[in-house]
């Protein structure tokens, strides 16, 4: 079995600060890495992946993560973050499409 | 390109009442789910398709809850008779053809009230 923890709840930031949202996976095996995004009364959209390769994966608006298997970590990071950021931010691990499993969720809140 | 579409956005309705929730996938992806979003237990998987046959329904709660796939491009989630404790958001999703790694494109959603 695989889980996903999401160590920060809520996370507030001011405008064009950095930001770090922390994910550690559990899982046995080798396991796909996902974040996705949320924002108010959306569906989720997918901001990046980690299937394999490089450790550094860079995603849409800015956002990057790196996948650290000694640690089982894959944090979400953006330099400079703007308004338009708060959302809802979803880690999620999978083996299989059929196995995904989300996080908890970690509630970004950029202030200006 | 049209992304998932899921209708209605919004029901309330009555304990008791028979509730229809609808989705179309994105053309020419073979796997489909059905989550369910809620404060106390976050997202949860109900059900996948693949190939509109359905593969796990472990996650559906109970016999009040069932899905169906008749074709490719339209599935549906009932809850009959629906409960207070059913309200939740349920979010519809599918995957590309022949990709297995996870990656999703989600619909808005359907927020359903129970009174």
């Known amino acids: 079995a695989q889980s996903v923890t999401q160590l920060d709840s809520q996370v507030p930031v001011f405008e064009e600060a950095p930001v770090e949202l922390r994910c550690n996976y559990s899982?046995?095996?080798?396991?796909?890495l996902f974040w996705y995004v949320q924002y108010p009364n959306q569906g989720l959209q997918l901001l990046l992946k980690?299937?394999?390769?490089?450790?550094l994966v860079k995603g849409i608006n800015g956002f990057e993560a790196e996948f650290n298997k000694s640690q089982t970590s894959f944090h979400l990071r953006k330099p400079s973050v703007h308004i338009s950021d708060t959302a809802e931010y979803f880690c999620?691990?999978?083996?299989?499409?059929?196995?995904?499993?989300f996080g908890s969720g970690t509630q970004l809140t950029v202030l200006p | 390109d049209a992304g998932v579409i899921q209708s209605p956005r919004h029901e309330v309705t009555e304990m008791g009442q028979e509730v229809t929730l609808r989705c179309k996938p994105i053309?020419?992806?073979?796997?489909l789910f059905w989550y369910r979003q809620t404060m106390m237990r976050g997202l949860e998987l109900l059900i996948y398709?693949?190939?509109?046959?359905?593969?796990?329904d472990s996650g559906m709660p109970e016999d009040r809850f069932s899905a169906k796939m008749p074709n490719a491009s339209f599935s549906t989630l009932k809850i009959q008779p629906s409960e207070p404790r059913d309200s939740a958001v349920y979010f519809c999703?599918?995957?590309?053809?022949?990709?297995?790694?996870?990656?999703?494109?989600f619909g808005e959603g359907s927020r359903l009230t129970v009174l």
């Open positions: 999620a691990v999978s083996r299989s499409a059929r196995q995904l499993t």
């Open positions: 980690y299937l394999s390769g490089s450790t």
């Open positions: 999703a599918s995957g590309p053809g022949g990709s297995n790694t996870g990656e999703l494109f």
């Open positions: 899982s046995s095996v080798s396991v796909y």
């Open positions: 053309s020419g992806h073979n796997s």
């Open positions: 398709f693949n190939n509109n046959v359905p593969i796990d």
